[in-house]
């Protein structure tokens, strides 16, 4: 049978349990709070290849631990606030707009069949690089497992090192420490309650007096053992300007005052049941987890401003998860020469054309030469990228498109040389497919397009035997190489040449006329593009075509002019250009 003595010890014992454990469960339960505190983090987009698969991989991975902020929001913030580079200043002042606690920047390498992530973490309060940078690697087109292990262990955990509240949002890193403060006071206060209490069960029984003085110096010793964390805990409450709130655990205990017995003496009651040893400090015992939530419980409402705070977290998750499609996450990249789905331009063309023979010095009958003048055209022209206008505009099938140009003069006539004049139609009409190949991955990447179009040209003059010249009409095939190349945010350079291989000339190859030519044609054009905003345009253009004709001295007019047929060169060759420009207002997307 367990006389009084042994119980009064048993119980001082187990009532010093109950309070270092309530003790360690509480401060735990704060650190555990502390350290499980999301951060707000943006990730500016990536560069290289690739760059927006890998781009929403890691935003996927961070969303698991941290609010992620849409990547358009930050870029509208930084273009409204004119601080659009990745400075510590410009970062800075982004981040203390939107409070954002770390800014993430990437860069994608590719070497044979892997990927290199290159990544950069920057502090939301200083816009600062927080340590090097953090490079992994990856097979495919995926954060493989061990690349994530290594995101892990090195961004995840040094973002949730950061201060929270960095970009001037608030200070809950500092509540988080308030808060904790009044409840560890009042377990302290609690302990020493307790260990109080516990003390005259030993003086129920006077039957042996040595055994209560033993009893007494292990109390005593226990108490000792307390008070320094005693001490430490209210030290450190002692920094509170604001006195504690009432812990929720007094109204639960005050409710319960219907109860036989009080929530603390039932624990100390259980706690003298069981006659095992003190369990190591910071291992979780039944009796520390109604301490620990009771300690949760007791800590006091957050200010409105920062409930208000905390409502808009999920916001911030739901904005980032309605982000950009692939390709379209910067704006003026995605508009760019080497990104855009659709550029199309319409306006005033102006053409002049001349046409040239050569002949014997000494023919009488020369062929009259055509000089026009510069006359006003409506032309429009369009290159469209169909499968850049949905995914990743970075792959090779989003840089082939197909394109369509329209030019036709408005009114022109034309004159011989006794003033007759003659109604005249000048158009051209084409089509064809580009292949586009930019070097980088920023919109200040020069571009280079292939292109191979088919197009029909005509000139044609309404009476050619009273006006002396004759009428063409070309057909051709037109290889060509171009080059776009950006000078600034708002001008566009471009350079374009053709090789044109005709087929059909039209009326001056009938017998009638010249007859048959060895034909071949160069087009080169020079263009600037000056942009009012991303997707509006102005294009000015010169462009020049030469058409150069050999005759095969089989027509009429090439072997007859001076009555003798017999004489096959009369005129030789003809050389028929075009040389104008035009001024146009144009749209990409």
């Known amino acids: 049978m367990t006389n009084s003595r042994s119980k009064a010890t048993r119980s001082r014992r187990s009532a010093a349990v109950v309070v270092l454990a309530a003790i360690l469960a509480v401060c735990g339960a704060g650190g555990l709070a502390h350290a499980s505190k999301k951060r707000t983090v943006v990730v500016l987009d990536f560069e290289g290849p690739k760059r927006d698969r890998f781009h929403a991989e890691l935003v996927k991975l961070l969303r698991k631990t941290h609010a992620v902020m849409s990547t358009d929001k930050w870029n509208g913030t930084a ?13 800075r002042k982004v981040a203390r707009r939107l409070q954002v606690d770390a800014i993430v920047e990437g860069k994608i390498e590719k070497r044979n069949d892997e990927f290199i992530i290159r990544l950069k973490l920057h502090d939301g309060h200083t816009g600062k690089l927080v340590g090097g940078s953090i490079d992994t690697k990856t097979q495919g087109l995926r954060i493989d497992s061990k690349a994530e292990r290594d995101i892990k262990d090195e961004l995840v955990e040094a973002i949730a090192g950061l201060e929270p509240g960095a970009a001037g949002g608030g200070d809950d890193a500092a509540d988080d420490s308030e808060r904790g403060k009044p409840a560890r006071r009042k377990l302290a206060k609690r302990g020493a309650k307790k260990t109080e209490d516990a003390a005259p069960v030993a003086s129920a029984d006077d039957e042996d007096r040595p055994a209560r003085k ?169 290159t469209l990228y169909p499968l850049a206008l949905t995914g990743d505009r970075t792959g090779l099938l989003s840089n082939i498109g197909v394109n369509v140009a329209v030019d036709r003069v408005l009114k022109i006539e034309s004159k011989n040389a006794a003033g007759m004049v003659f109604a005249t139609t000048e158009s051209r009409l084409g089509f064809g497919v580009a292949l586009r190949h930019a070097f980088g991955s920023t919109a200040a990447a020069p571009v280079v397009l292939g292109t ?3 197009s029909s040209q005509e000139f044609s003059i309404a009476n050619t035997a009273a006006a002396g010249v004759p009428s063409v009409k070309y057909a051709m095939f037109e290889p060509g190489l171009g080059l776009r190349l950006p ?33 071949l044609g160069f087009e080169g054009a020079f263009a600037v593009d000056y942009l009012f905003t991303r997707s509006v345009f102005a294009r000015a253009a010169f462009r020049y075509e030469t058409i150069g004709h050999t005759f095969r001295g089989n027509g009429a007019q090439a072997n007859a002019r001076d009555g003798d047929a017999t004489t096959t060169d009369d005129v030789t060759a003809a050389r028929d250009s075009y040389i104008g420009g035009f001024v146009t207002l144009g749209y990409a997307y």
């Not at 708002?490 to 007859?515: C, N, R, W």
């Open 79 to 91: 273009e409204e606030l004119d601080a659009a580079t990745v400075s510590d200043d410009d970062l």
């Open 452 to 454: 191979f179009n088919y």
């Open 487 to 519: 000078v600034t945010a708002s001008l566009v350079l471009g350079l374009d040449a053709k090789v044109m291989l005709i087929t059909d000339t039209g009326d001056i190859e009938q017998p009638t006329q010249y007859g048959t030519a060895d034909i």
């Open 214 to 382: 033993s009893a007494a110096k292990k109390s005593e010793k226990a108490d000792e053992d307390e008070a320094p964390v005693a001490k430490k805990l209210a030290a450190k409450s002692s920094d509170d300007d604001e006195p504690p709130r009432k812990p929720v655990a007094k109204k639960l205990a005050a409710k319960a005052g219907d109860d036989e017995e009080p929530p603390r003496k039932k624990l100390v009651a259980k706690a003298s049941e069981d006659d095992e040893p003190p369990r190591k400090p910071g291992a979780k015992t039944p009796d520390a987890e109604p301490a620990a939530r009771s300690a949760e419980d007791a800590e006091p409402r957050k200010p409105a401003s920062k409930r208000l705070a905390a409502a808009t977290e999920p916001e911030v998750e739901r904005t980032a998860e309605r982000e950009p499609p692939r390709g379209l996450a910067d704006p003026a990249l995605a508009v760019s020469p080497g990104q855009r789905a659709l550029d199309v331009v319409a306006g005033l063309s102006l053409t002049a054309r001349r046409l040239a023979f050569t002949s014997r010095a000494d023919l009488a009958m020369k062929p009259a030469d055509y000089k026009g003048t510069p006359v006003a055209g409506a032309m429009l022209e369009a």
